[in-house]
């Protein structure tokens, strides 16, 4: 079972980039879903989370500039980065639970990571 991502790419700062996961459809219809980043030499961070009714949740840091969404026809997971900054450089994780705690404490189901850069 793989969550696959996609989109990150090296951009400059103020500018805007979409990243993509697809997922199998037992865990797209049936679990959590969240987005996670890691910088280099950083502990992991959770980004935000969106649950089975499409309410979604985001850590401060990106509140207003990030957005995540799903297609439900397309079994895909979606986040919206603007007004990016040198400090959402970081390679970007999708990540599924069938339980909210763990989703954002520990979840089940990983994708390999997509790599976004921005430059100043």
């Known amino acids: 079972v793989q969550l696959v991502e996609s989109g990150g790419v090296s951009v400059e700062a103020g500018g805007s980039l979409r990243l993509s996961c697809t997922v199998p459809t037992l865990i797209y219809n049936n679990c959590y879903m969240a987005w996670f980043r890691q910088a280099p030499g950083k502990e992991r961070e959770w980004v935000g989370s969106i649950d089975l009714d499409g309410n979604v949740a985001y850590t401060d840091s990106v509140k207003g500039r990030f957005t995540i969404s799903k297609d439900n026809a397309k079994h895909t997971l979606y986040l919206q980065m603007d007004m990016l900054k040198p400090e959402d450089t970081a390679m970007y994780y999708c990540?599924?639970?069938?339980?909210?705690?763990?989703?954002?404490?520990?979840?089940?189901?990983w994708g390999q990571g997509t790599q976004v850069t921005v430059s100043s």
């Open positions: 990540a599924a639970d069938h339980n909210f705690r763990h989703l954002v404490a520990g979840p089940e189901y």
